[in-house]
């Protein structure tokens, strides 16, 4: 009884605690704070799905800087281009830090690596590491051959889907071509379609990549009203603990065959042994929790965003097919039609990279940016922020103002003629900005862009019927669409004798 009534009164004090912060708030020249805050909860009735269509609503009506309450945790909202430079410069170092959610603690979901590494030494370590051994000009070219065997992988595929008189399903032929590259990178193995190597195992992969990502997108009260733990509310953790160990245990196999490998050949053939000759000569500091760490970010990162963004693609080619044409014929100037298109030749075709700027403009993967959060006060707009405050950037917002782009709902290619690679000031900024900015945004680009212009080269696209492609939003972690895309493709003539070879 006497531990009861203790549980009772900490609630109170909690809840009265909380109540207080929001009917007496400190008197700084904080941001606006939005529509209406509920005692105990504050904004979190705002955290619906999609979210970011929600905030950008709000931000329409109130700036775009706003600072809401979701439960215990602040929350600043940021929606200009100017306002997310402050936060990525002036105060980056004010905002390298990521909040502790229960998602990133058990699973280690971060565009960058590893969430849970606080700003510091150790995180700049992991990331010089990523930078120099895993995402350098030297490795992602090492790694050529893979991505051009997988792309041929799949445009066999799709000859053979179109012999069968088939309609291709893209959204899963894009997650395997990306999870196949990522795991021949890592591991040297493939886990889905031809020469997938041992059954049980590809099974076993498949069955875990799809809880991981099931788990990813699960909404977690818990991290926002800490109440909720004395009721019984950590269904979600035990699950979270249970993907772990089953992720660790499937990961430190992959370790103990590269390490037994290993003392045949010293050859760094992949990722894990770069990682395991690290490990020889610092062994302290390179542990398998590093190395399994980095693997599941990379798979995390590396596979559904670049995936989806390719769906996209492809759905608004196929609503636009005079942007479809036109790509082809970009291609067949500059390539030729007498051989397939080569990853070197994608720089040289400034049409493709219109088409996948555009698609990241109005379909970017992470359309609320992984979230930081802020280690000291700092000052954004003219607005103080506390210490501690998350930050939520969304993007969707920014690459869909009308007072920077122009019919911004709108697909237009041509409008980023001239933009150097994929980033336009802070206004077009798909793999984030600062320190915490996505480093594998070069392989990303370079799987997209090979992959795409392969696609356009190869086949004639249509849909699947007259009606145009469904382009609703899903709901998720990243930005997927609703509905599956569905296409037919027929190889062109001219690439038939190239693509009947594969």
């Known amino acids: ?79 200009s281009p100017s306002a997310a430079e402050e936060c990525f410069t002036t105060n980056d170092i004010v905002f390298a830090n990521r ?22 030494q150790h995180w700049r370590n992991l990331r010089r590491l990523t930078t120099l051994e895993i995402f350098s000009s030297t490795r992602l070219q090492m790694f050529s051959k893979i991505r051009t065997n997988e792309v041929r992988s799949l445009l066999r595929r799709l000859v053979v889907a179109e012999n069968s008189s088939k309609t ?30 041992d059954l049980d195992k590809a099974r076993q992969f498949q069955e875990l990549v799809e809880e991981i990502f099931g788990a990813a997108g699960a909404s977690n009260l818990v991290d926002f009203l800490p109440l909720l733990w004395w009721v019984g509310f950590n269904g979600l953790e035990k699950k979270l603990l249970r993907l772990q160990r089953k992720r660790d245990q499937f990961m430190q196999e992959l370790i103990e065959e590269h390490r037994l490998a290993r003392t045949q050949s010293k050859d760094d053939k992949s990722l894990i042994d770069v990682l395991l000759s690290l490990q020889e000569n610092d062994p302290k500091y390179y542990t398998d929790e590093i190395i399994i760490g980095i693997i599941q970010v990379l798979l995390n990162a590396g596979t559904d965003t670049t995936a989806g963004t390719m769906e996209w693609a492809m759905s608004l080619l196929l609503n636009h097919p005079e942007v479809l044409k036109k790509a082809q014929v970009e291609i067949d100037t500059i390539v030729g039609q007498d051989r397939l298109l080569n990853e070197s030749d994608v720089a040289n075709l400034p049409y493709l990279h219109c088409i996948i700027n555009e698609t990241l403009r109005l379909y970017p993967a992470g359309p609320l940016l992984i979230p930081h959060e802020s280690s000291e006060e700092c000052i954004v707009g003219g607005f103080t922020i506390p210490r501690g405050t998350m930050l939520l950037v969304n993007l969707w917002a920014i690459h869909k103002d009308p007072k920077l782009w122009e019919e911004p709902t709108k697909f237009r290619p041509e409008r980023m003629e001239g933009i150097g690679g994929v980033r336009d000031g802070y206004k077009l900024m798909p793999f984030g900005s600062g320190r915490r900015s996505c480093p594998g945004e070069g392989l990303a680009l370079r799987v997209v862009g090979l ?26 972690l990243t930005l997927p669409k609703a509905k599956p895309l569905e296409a037919k493709c027929k190889p062109r003539p001219a690439m038939l004798s190239f693509l009947s070879q594969l």
Not at 99 to 120: C, E
Not at 171 to 196: C, P, Q, V
Request: charged share 15%; hydrophobic share 45%.
């Open 451 to 476: 992959t795409l212009g392969s696609l356009i080269q190869c086949f004639d696209w249509e849909r699947i019927d007259e009606e145009l492609v469904d382009m609703t939003e899903g709901a998720g």
């Open 99 to 120: 909040p502790n959610l229960l998602v990133g603690k058990y699973l280690g979901f971060d565009s960058t690596i590893l969430s849970l590494a606080s700003y510091g």
């Open 168 to 197: 291709v399903e893209m959204k899963s032929t894009f997650f395997e071509l990306t999870l196949n590259n990522m795991m021949m990178m890592i591991a040297g193995k493939r886990y889905y379609g031809d020469n997938g190597g």
């Open 1 to 79: 009884m006497e531990m009861l009534a203790f549980y009772y009164f900490l609630a109170f004090f909690l809840a009265f605690f909380l109540l207080s912060k929001q009917l007496f708030p400190n008197r700084k020249n904080l941001p606006p704070s939005g529509p209406l805050s509920f005692p105990i909860i504050g904004h979190l009735y705002l955290l619906k799905k999609p979210l970011h269509h929600n905030l950008a609503r709000v931000a329409a009506q109130y700036g775009p800087i706003v600072l809401l309450n979701f439960g215990s945790r602040r929350v600043l909202h940021v929606s």
